[in-house]
């Protein structure tokens, strides 16, 4: 797995709850703003996966097994996306702490990830 993108996906993610919580302390919804850096943080994701997905047809073998190495790609691909919907529905400072909480998993999904590869 490429750690360059792990991190990058971490840190962007750790910046978009960041984010989300300082607008949740100023008691602001999630705006337009917020769902573009939830999608740039979301084509990280993906980017991750399409990798995780040619490096393990190429030959390379997670150290946990594949079976749990893509179920967290998917995993990580859909925590900010699911935060973002749910703060569709929650028009006040809580849906930007339900995004900045799905960042935060995400962020956490990304360590457990470079662990089950072999990090």
Do not use: N
Request: hydrophobic share 60%; with cysteine.
């Amino acid at each position: 797995m490429l750690v360059a993108l792990t991190v990058a996906v971490s840190v962007t993610a750790l910046l978009l709850a960041a984010w989300c919580g300082f607008a949740a302390y100023r008691d602001q919804p999630t705006k337009d703003w917020h769902f573009i850096g939830m999608a740039v943080v979301s084509a990280l994701a993906l980017a991750q996966l399409v990798v995780g997905i040619a490096r393990v047809a190429g030959g390379a073998r997670a150290a946990d097994g594949s079976v749990i190495f893509f179920s967290y790609l998917v995993g990580a691909l859909l925590a900010v996306p699911a935060a973002g919907f749910l703060s569709l529905s929650e028009r006040t400072r809580w849906g930007s702490v339900t995004v900045s909480a799905g960042a935060v998993v995400l962020a956490v999904l990304e360590v457990r990830l470079h662990d089950i590869w072999g990090g």
